[in-house]
């Protein structure tokens, strides 16, 4: 994969999400109660009544529902790199029913507040975060879906 | 109650932008505290101090600073620090000391000078970090108080001009109060005019960040009869407990609330849990309580706060504030201090600043600003990491 002035596409945090068409959130399940996390638990789980050290890296569901959602109207500070001129873009919080949690994410290039509703489904997507010289960062975004 | 302690004094310095050490605010208010009380500096015997990351080491050691700024006269000293419920737990720790008999008199403090400009994280590449991976995805401490208030639009019908009334409520209240840092009387159409930060949130729904400083003079019932203050506003409760895992609601700084997939394992509100201990051990009801400082960060979330103090049934908190309940004169009377709206936050001054404004209150000596027959107050706050607070004061 790479874009049309042939930079590599890359994660902008590695280990975080799958690559490939469909992706999909990396996290991890615990071997015990069964708990998700995201980001990666790997030594411990924050289950009060559980005293596990071993846990799975699983896929998270690709789908949810909007918990809730806004966008930034500024520019926020650094570590973030903005577009120059600063295009405000739209964030949800969106609940995985399966995995009983929500995830924040950047909801996708063209999709503003008004588009969005809680309870709306949605699917995440790898869409641009910023470039480097060597390369384009990917990250996760939400995505209105069909059904 | 066996386990009250008396609130002899309370002292602050005006909150602004005034760019001077925080030990200088710490000292302006434990002196009009002191002298408020009554009581001499050498009786205190105990400093309990709300600490500042902001401010270098002598922040981390506050309680010692400002106590070494009052002249050291050989008490114990204590800092705490808790983010937004730093002021509470450094309380807290005066009530222990008081309540064990170590100590009949105790200093308890906090200030803050806080940075021009916005407060970035550290640099470099540091996806462990999770305030480093939230901004780096371009999520402000906005985004979740924007989180918070559109979920009250589309599940409440709460509007933007509910969030707007909040503002001018309190800027109304604000403007008579010689502490606050922002004394002008907003309108509708001045919040409607401010610039979108964060969708639907305005520049002028946030509260800002100040320097300020507040402190109480605390002591034993025993004592406080003693010197003829027997009938002193009384710290009823304090509750700092932690989240219940699992979380229910995304917090700063977050990128994902805990699962709820395990057995035997419910989604908790942290905010909805903080007054619950708060009310069992006062041994009171939301529906004794005359009056409530709550920590609106934004507009939106004080309406958030009043559900959570149960003083409203969830999703109602809106037709409260509509029908005049929550300003001054209303039923439940909300923020009289002006709120964060009118002072801007100073993080370990801030919880300390809320009790000061019901201890005014419930002797009456609040002014232009006075609940009529208060005889019951209660606080909250929430910060970062799992802190919290809620104070109950009675008298
Ligand atoms: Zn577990």
């Known amino acids: ?147 | 109650m066996s386990n009250e302690i008396a609130i002899l004094g309370a002292g602050m310095h005006p909150w602004g932008k005034w760019g001077h050490n925080f030990v200088q605010y710490g000292v302006a208010a434990a002196r009009e505290a002191l002298a408020d009380a009554g009581v001499p500096w050498q009786d205190v015997k105990f400093i309990s101090g709300g600490a500042t990351m902001r401010c270098g080491y002598p922040g981390y050691v506050a309680g010692a600073s400002i106590a070494q700024a009052l002249g050291w006269q050989g008490a114990e000293v204590n800092t705490s620090y808790a983010a937004c419920a730093s002021g509470s737990q450094a309380l807290a720790a005066a009530r222990n000391k008081i309540l064990a008999g170590e100590c009949e008199v105790a200093l308890v403090v906090g200030a803050d000078t806080t940075p021009k400009g916005f407060l970035a994280p550290a640099g470099g590449y540091r996806p462990e970090d999770p305030d480093w991976v939230r901004f780096y995805l371009g999520i402000t401490n906005p985004t979740y108080f924007a989180l918070y208030a559109r979920r009250r639009m589309d599940l409440y019908g709460d509007t933007l001009e509910d969030f707007a009334a909040v503002k001018v409520k309190n800027s109304l209240i604000g403007s008579k109060n010689p502490r606050a840092r922002y004394r002008k009387c907003f309108t509708a159409e001045d919040v409607a005019a401010s610039a979108m930060v964060a969708d639907p949130l305005r520049l002028m729904d946030i509260c800002a960040t100040s320097d300020g400083g507040a402190a109480l003079i605390v002591s034993s019932m025993e004592y406080a009869r003693k010197i003829g203050k027997g009938n002193a506003p009384r710290v009823a409760a304090i509750s700092t407990v932690t989240p219940t895992f699992a979380s229910e609601v995304v917090e700063m700084p977050d990128i994902a609330t805990d699962s709820a997939a395990a057995m035997g394992v419910e989604a908790h509100a942290y905010r909805a849990s903080l007054p619950v201990k708060a009310y069992e051990e006062a041994g009171i009801g939301p529906e004794d309580v005359s009056l409530a400082e709550v920590y609106d960060l934004s507009t939106a979330l004080e309406l958030d706060w009043i559900e959570d103090l149960q003083l409203a049934p969830r999703g109602e908190a809106a037709a409260l504030l509509r029908a005049g309940d929550t300003a001054l004169g209303g039923k439940i009377p909300v923020n009289v201090s002006g709120g964060l709206a009118c002072f801007g936050e100073a993080v370990p001054a801030q919880a300390l600043a809320q009790v000061c404004e019901l201890t005014w209150q419930l002797r009456g000596q609040a002014g232009d600003r006075q609940v009529e027959g208060a005889k019951v107050g209660i606080t909250a706050n929430q910060g970062l990491f799992g802190h919290g607070s809620s104070v109950i004061v009675t008298r």
């Open chain 1, 1 to 147: 994969m790479s874009s049309s002035d042939n930079k590599p596409y890359a994660a902008a945090i590695e280990g975080w999400h799958t690559m490939g068409a469909k992706p999909a959130l990396i996290g991890t399940q615990c071997d015990e109660c069964g708990s998700y996390f995201f980001p990666k638990q790997t030594q411990y789980c924050k289950n009060p009544q559980c005293e596990s050290t071993d846990f799975t890296e699983v896929e998270l569901s690709r789908r949810g529902h909007i918990w809730s959602y806004t966008n930034a109207g500024y520019k926020p500070p650094t570590p973030f790199v903005a577009d120059d001129p600063f295009e405000p873009f739209a964030i949800a919080a969106v609940q995985l029913e399966k995995e009983q949690m929500v995830v924040l994410g950047q909801v996708v290039k063209g999709v503003g507040v008004d588009d969005l509703k809680v309870g709306l489904p949605v699917e995440l997507v790898l869409e641009p975060l910023h470039e480097t010289d060597e390369d384009i960062k990917l990250t996760w975004k939400w995505q209105p879906s069909e059904c």
